[in-house]
């Protein structure tokens, strides 16, 4: 049985039962993939019996069982062929013939031909930035460049732009980690040490100026680790964006690739903004358009939410709730907040020589009240209270679970013990409800 025909047999007779209760097996071929979403409230169980495969980059390893939990979107993709046991109930499973990894192995071979001539040549390596609307999969492919980097014994920096989603932190933070080991394929990404800024929203829409500003300041300090660390430096970069590509959110990609001065953009599925950056980009940026996977699906507004929650809820309670977080009180004398950027005032009333775009890096000092329930709080590390607390990394993230006004404390929901390490902190517009589920 030839290769087409052997996919095409699974593709319509979907699996066989291996003779366990609700166990599936699929035979992929060379060059297919195992895509599934995971239904909701339910838990999938993958093995690999036979062969080799991956997962976004990630080897998995023959007859270990990984786990895949509620709006998971998976794809097990094989380069030689393999045989995968599937358990639990999926919303979609099926085979695909239809892949772009061979594109996406390309663009790391052309990589790493950049960060070997680096090396030679004793120059930087490359900063390499994805683009494109949302739900194309740029996430996806910043993982598996990362994977494959570092498989080769590369050091990369991620770097994730994207507020709205929060892959190295919380949501409404932007931030970077420098990668020195493949993701696992359960839990991503190990998130020791990542260097994070507080936004404070899930657009950049909601403070240009304060979005910018950071962009700036990380990539600063992204340039500064180059210069000390060589590996890091030759092994570049790959940075994540969001997908707000038009007006102001144009802006904000063209203002990236010249604060990190990018080396090469690969857009994905967008043709416009593709001869765009074609335009205005400097001749030694290279610009590439590459297709989506066929596996990337569009997600709703009450999913994307659903997401941001989880990511929250990880960050306290860990994979899998693999950990238990903190509650103590917090006095009102021992703290002070602050939100980043005041309400917009007419032209007419500023002080003389005041613009606009000044309030929206201004801080203002917030009155505990009971509006704080719910709100995610950055704990910053600032030391003294200036300018600097805007440009100031954050030590981690606090939730208010409640605000007794009488005795004149809010209890907080924490990763670490008390006491906080830091009196300085910054709210977020991004809430978190601490419901057990």
Known sequence: MSAEVEARGLEAGGSQDDGLQGMKEYRLVKDTELRFEVEKNEIVHVQLKEGLA??????????????????????????????????????????????????????????????QQAEQEGTRGPRVMIVGPTDVGKSTLCRLLLNYAVRVGRRPTFVDIDVGQGVISVPGTIGALLIERPADVEEGFSLAGPLVYHFGATTPGNNMKL?????????????????????????????????????????????????????????????????????????????????????????TRPFRTKVRDSRIREYFYGFEKCFYP???????????????????????????????????????AVQPSSELSHHILSVSLAKIRDDDLIKTNVAGFICVTHVDMDRRVFTVLSPAPRPLPRRYLLVSDVQFMDIQQ
């Open 326 to 364: 903190h509650s103590f009180d917090v006095r009102f004398s021992d703290v002070e907040i602050f939100k980043i950027g005041a309400p917009a005032v007419p032209n007419s009333c500023l002080p003389l020589g005041m613009t606009p775009e000044d309030n929206q890096t201004k801080l203002v």
């Open 211 to 299: 979005y910018t500003l950071l962009v700036s300041n990380m990539a600063g300090v992204f340039n500064r680790r180059c210069m000390n660390n060589q590996k890091a430096g030759v092994s570049g970069c790959i940075i994540n964006t969001c997908g707000w590509i038009k007006g102001d959110g144009y802006k904000c990609i063209t203002h990236a690739v010249k604060a990190f001065e990018v080396d090469v953009i690969i857009v994905l599925d967008q043709e416009r903004l593709y001869n765009e950056l074609v335009r205005d980009m400097p001749s030694f940026v290279k610009v590439v358009l590459q297709q989506k996977s066929g596996g990337v699906v569009e997600r």
């Open 54 to 115: 991956e997962v976004f980059g990630t080897e998995l390893l023959k007859n270990r069982t990984y786990k895949f939990t509620a709006l998971s979107k998976v794809a097990v993709y094989t380069w030689h062929g393999c045989c995968l046991h599937l358990k639990g109930k999926t919303e979609v499973a099926y085979i695909a013939k239809d892949t772009p990894m061979t594109t996406y192995l390309n663009t790391h071979a052309a990589l790493e031909q950049m960060r």
